[in-house]
């Protein structure tokens, strides 16, 4: 089966293939200078060694590479290249790369250096350790003064640094086989990126308690190298785990629950569209109608009047996210924003509230800004808003949520978002990122037990950056980190990944789940310039309204034999049960779904890539 790229991906642009590098049971890809996937007979040893370069936003260069050169036989291999970054003002950064693998070891060296000096707010490697099996595993760190701490990897998300001041790490990764990470030039630490919903933990240099952006002085070489040491005791071989090559089998599992009810977010700039489009609204039928409401950037009554319309033409709940600008005593804000919801008519369900400034992150080492106490604020609240439901946490992501944890006492639900492009937008680190997901979420009922718990909107496009002054344009409709705009959000990619959340998210008994907008950059209908599928609609919108249409339908698990390529899902309701799965991968997939008893159960499932299917169960 052939499909165009731009079905998939919402772009023709696509990601060139790795290169594979081979030194015997070591492998690693090289995308783009960096390597990915770096495996010792067949299993994940490191996620990825890249050398990264960050501006001032914490954007991430593209380097411009050239000279590039790869030898490889079968013991060895060795890349050389050199790459450039064109900073503001002229700057410029030339970094010259050396790779090399053996058997049992890979080194890779790096030497920065610029002309005229260079801002950044990070330059250097970063290292990435996988979450699959490794979270909560023993782990051995030497520090820079030499001392060594038997230590385990994070379970439960950590909100700061787990390890500081590291020169190595060393970890199981199958018995009998341990793997050394050592970086040398510069001091590194350790940060759980699942904070930011990236399936790994992040050693990086230099540490975030030293002040940025901060500049590299001109004509002085910056060194660094990262080196893997595999030990292995006994030199045995294994299948790699979901690599067979046969089909994928899905299996009922045992745990169940309850299908989380769907949100829609609309803001005031897209408020317009929407009424439009509110036969679509019809048709999807979410259950909630999130109104997102700032002050700060003008929002007043007309906004809150053009909500109240949709209000009114929904036919389920609503609820008014505030960002409240703390400008002045919480109590006063609260109590204009009432009078403004009086004059509009507007009385939503529930009211979801959160400082403006608490979008923004507090890096480790930084100076909390001014903030009144969040118990003031959610007084506030309610006594402005009396009779609905007030609710909490972060208008950001889990990373604020954890780093500041909100007292929930007064709060009836606590809620955040996530968003997959962060640190990288490569589609294999978007699709990565699902993993990372029932670790927020169980760190999230660690912290706060059995409250009512909300996420979203989460989309694949950024609609606000907590860690610089703006999100990264993209008219180009590259993968970029951080953009405001992303082509997958057209294609099927956005289809499959929103499913795929869900999925991941099952276990965490949430009250609501919001994936979308209805238009604009984050919605299921584009505009009119914008070419889809049918009538208007991304195939995202296939997801949110199946999505809605199982909201309160009871789910069973069903285990996957290859997670990270397949996964599924049982529904059952009044209409009767369904198999509900999705091909996280962009090539086509086998699937053995008979242990789950689909009514026809004598074929094999053949999805195409990033399909979803829904097939009727037998009795």
């Known amino acids: 089966m ?61 380097p411009e590479i050239t000279d590039l050169r790869i030898e490889q036989s079968d013991d060895r291999f060795e890349v050389t290249y050199r790459g450039c970054c064109e900073g503001p003002d002229d700057t410029r950064l030339v970094i010259d790369v050396r790779i090399t693998g053996s058997a049992h070891r890979l080194d890779f060296e790096a030497e920065a250096i610029a002309s005229t000096g260079f801002e950044t707010n990070r330059c250097g490697f970063c ?48 018995p009998g086989v341990r793997a050394e990470c050592r970086m040398e030039g510069d001091t590194f630490e350790m940060e759980d990126q699942r904070n930011w919903s990236d399936a790994s933990y992040k050693t990086y240099v230099r540490p975030l308690a030293l002040p940025w952006p901060y500049e590299i002085v001109a004509n002085r070489p910056v060194r660094q190298k990262t080196s893997l040491v595999i030990r292995d005791a006994h030199g045995s071989t294994r299948p790699p785990p979901g690599m067979s090559g046969g089909a994928i089998r899905l299996e009922l599992g045992a745990r169940t629950g309850t299908m989380p009810d769907i949100g829609v977010i609309i803001t005031p700039e897209e408020a317009d569209a929407s009424l439009s489009a509110k036969s679509l609204l019809s048709e999807i ?68 509230i959160s400082p403006s400034i ?38 950001s992501y889990f990373t604020e949520l954890n780093r500041k944890r909100v007292p929930s006492g007064q709060l ?52 606000q950056n907590p860690y610089g002054s703006r999100t990264m344009d993209n008219p180009a409709g590259a993968r970029i980190p951080m953009a405001n705009r992303d082509p997958r959000h057209n294609g099927r990619f956005a289809e499959a990944f929103a499913l ?29 310039a914008e070419p889809t599928e049918q009538g208007g609609r991304r195939p995202l919108f296939n997801t949110v309204h199946t999505l809605s249409r199982r909201a309160g339908a009871s789910w069973q698990e069903c285990v996957s034999s290859s997670p990270s390529e397949v996964l599924s899902f049982v529904a059952r309701d009044v209409a009767g049960a369904r198999l509900h799965v999705v091909n996280l991968t962009g090539e086509e997939r086998k699937v053995d779904c008979g242990a789950c008893r689909p009514a026809d159960a004598g074929k094999e499932l053949l999805l195409a890539p990033f399909a979803t299917a829904a097939l009727p169960l037998a009795d």
């Open 412 to 463: 009836d639900f606590v809620s955040h978002c996530t968003n997959p492009i962060v640190h990288a937008a490569d589609d294999l680190s978007v699709i990565q990122t699902l993993e990372a997901l029932p670790f927020i979420t169980r760190s999230v009922r660690a912290i706060y037990g059995d409250k009512p718990y909300r996420i979203g909107p989460s989309t694949i496009p950024m609609r």
């Open 285 to 352: 039928a979410p259950q909630e109608l999130l109104f997102h409401f700032d002050p700060g950037t003008g929002h007043g009554v007309d906004a809150l009047a053009q909500f109240a319309v949709l209000a009114a033409a929904h036919r389920g709940r609503s609820t008014l996210e505030i960002a409240l600008p703390c400008k002045s005593s919480p109590s006063s804000e609260a109590a204009e924003i009432a009078r403004q919801m009086r004059l509009a008519e507007l009385r939503p369900d529930a009211i979801m």
């Open 127 to 174: 290292i990435l350790h996988p979450i699959v099996r490794v979270a909560g595993s023993p782990a051995t760190v030497e520090h820079v003064d030499g001392q060594i701490v038997a230590t385990r990897f994070p379970d439960v998300i950590e909100p700061w640094q787990p390890f500081k001041d590291m020169r190595a790490i060393t970890h199981e990764v199958m």
């Open 358 to 395: 608490d979008r923004q992150s507090t890096p480790p080492g930084s100076k909390w800004p001014d903030c009144p106490p969040l118990d003031e604020v959610y007084s506030a609240a309610r006594a402005a808003f009396p009779g609905i439901r007030i609710g909490g946490g972060m208008l």
């Open 2 to 62: 052939t499909i165009d790229a731009f079905q998939l991906y919402g772009t023709r642009l696509v990601d060139p293939p790795p290169v594979r590098l081979r030194a015997g049971k070591l492998e690693a890809d090289l995308a783009n200078g960096n390597l990915r996937t770096i495996r010792y007979d067949g299993a994940e040893v490191l996620r990825a060694i890249s050398y990264l370069v960050r501006d001032r936003d914490w954007g991430t260069y593209s």
């Open 500 to 528: 795929g959340y869900a999925i991941r998210v099952l276990d965490a008994g949430l009250e609501c789940l919001t994936l979308s907008a209805l238009s604009g950059p984050f919605g299921l209908i584009a505009g009119p």
